[in-house]
Every structure is written in structure tokens, then in C-alpha cells.
């Protein structure tokens, strides 16, 4: 909570400072820039609140918890930052087509680079966050603030080229980095649409679970390994073959032990694990999974 309200914070800073710079130079680098931040507080204060939703514990309502809210805040973001981009396009191609004088343009240089300073505070901050939580919200979020500060020495830039008399740049830039947004925004929509449809997780994650597993000397087999993400926490079930023979406390024991060791890998995991005797295994039907040569012959 406290990553979204420095956030909030520091985008309303940042628009009053781009309002008045705007105002007084009527560039179309800085409009970008005060768009942007406009972008940044919605996007905010709709990650205020969805965390605030998204932080709550599994309830009777919802037993896999609710972190899927942040990847549909995320996507709501997108979509937003998608149209407004789109729309400030448009604006710029205008603005090339009608040139206009641009004033002060060293007024408007001084308050991107104070806009660029606090970007880089709240960024450095938000990324501790995200390292901590994981959270989907608080890195798109980031993302955001993370393409402002390529956006602003851009703009800075284009102010620059305009005090030796190059007046086009100002636009120019202006078009450069409104499509550099409408960029972020497709990739922080195609991240929120993959969690919400239930997307494996990477391929090496998944090989390094399965291996975990397999270290253990009980375990004869894998299979059935799935996976999804669903926000803050990661879904994990997987398919354990055992002796026959086994008791049925020590193929507990043995299922505790390996939980005990994914969590200590990925903290945020739930686990479900179904066990099943070798022999009843069909390798006609059932996909095993393939250890990678790091985990062959390894034992507890």
C-alpha cells in the first residue's frame, strides 16, 4: 500500500509541475509528458484500490484467493493507456502539420529534469516492491514510471534541438514517444491477458519444480505437471509415482518433504500433489515428466 500511495503522490506532483511548464512553453514534448503523468495517476489510484482487494486472504467466496484482480486492473490500464496514446497521435500529427513556436523552452528542459529526478526515486522504490511482493499491479505500475524516464530525456531532447532553432524536433519526439507507450501498454495487456487465462509458467520454472521433486530417492516419476499464476501466489500440481508397496504415512512424509522444498524456492506456491503406484502408470497415455541431467541420480 504504501508503493501506491508514493506513487499517487508523486504523479500528482508531477502534473501540477507539467501543467504550469505546459502553459508557459505550449510544447508538445512536455503535453506528452503531462499526459502521461495524468495516465499515471489513474492507473495509481485504480492500483490503490485493487490492491487493497487483491491483498485479502482466500475467503468461502473465492478459495484460490484474489490476486487475479490485479491482472484485470492491469488490463483495464492498458487499455486506457492504449486510447489515450492513441489519441495524443493524432494531436501531434496535427501539430506537424500546423507548426507552432515553442516558449521557454529552458523553463520546460528544468522542470522535466526535476520530474526526471523524482521518477527515479519512486522507480528504485517501486522495483524493492515488486521483489518483495511479486505484485502484477505495483510492476505495471513500475513499467509505467520505468518508460517516463526514457520519455523524458526524450522530450528534454527535443527542447534542447528547439533552443538551436530546430522547432520540428519538439513534435517529432513527441510522435517517437507516444509510440513508445502505446508499445508498453500492448505489452502490459498481452502479461494481464496470459494470467487471467491461466498461463504455464515459464518452462525452466516448471523444469526446476519437476526436479525438486525428483531428488527425492522415493520418487520414481513425474507427470502431470501443472502450473499457473495467479497473481501474487503460483499454482503448482504435479503427479508423484511411488513403490506399490509404500505406506501410506511414509508417501505423506515424502509429499510434506518436497512441498517443504518448493516453498523454500517459491514461497508464494500452492501446492496440490496426487500420488499414484508405478504400476498403475500407463506410459501409453501419460506424458512423464523429462528430468533435466542436473537432477538424474540424485537423492535425499
Known sequence: MTASIASITTAVVLILIKIFAWIETDSAGVLVSLIDSSIDVLSSVINFIVLRFALAPADDDHRFGHGKAEAIASLGQA????????????HTFERMLHPQAINRPELGIGVIIVSLFLTISLVAFQKYVVRK??????????????????MNIA????????????????????????IYIIYSAFRLGEKAIHSLLDRELDPETQQ????????????????????????????????????????????????????????????????????????????DIIVPFEPSVESSGTSS
Do not use: W
Open 208 to 283: 526446476e519444480i519437476g526436479n525438486i521433486a525428483l531428488t527425492h530417492k522415493e520418487v520414481m516419476g513425474v507427470h502431470d505437471l501443472r502450473t499457473r499464476d495467479g497473481g501474487k501466489v503460483i499454482f503448482i500440481q504435479m503427479h508423484l509415482e511411488m513403490a506399490d508397496k509404500i505406506p501410506l504415512i511414509d508417501a505423506h512424509n515424502v509429499c510434506d518433504s518436497i512441498e517443504d522444498k518448493i516453498l523454500q524456492k517459491f514461497p508464494n506456491a500452492d501446492i496440490i500433489i496426487h500420488l499414484d503406484p508405478v504400476s498403475a502408470i500407463n506410459e
Open 133 to 150: 511482493t511479486g505484485s502484477q499491479a505495483i510492476e505495471g505500475d513500475s513499467l509505467h514510471y520505468s518508460s517516463d524516464l526514457i
Open 155 to 178: 522530450v528534454i531532447a527535443g527542447l534542447i534541438a528547439v533552443t538551436q532553432g530546430i522547432n520540428e524536433a519538439d513534435s517529432i519526439i513527441a510522435l517517437i514517444v507516444g
Open 79 to 90: 487499455a486506457f493507456i492504449f486510447g489515450s496514446a492513441g489519441f495524443f497521435i493524432l
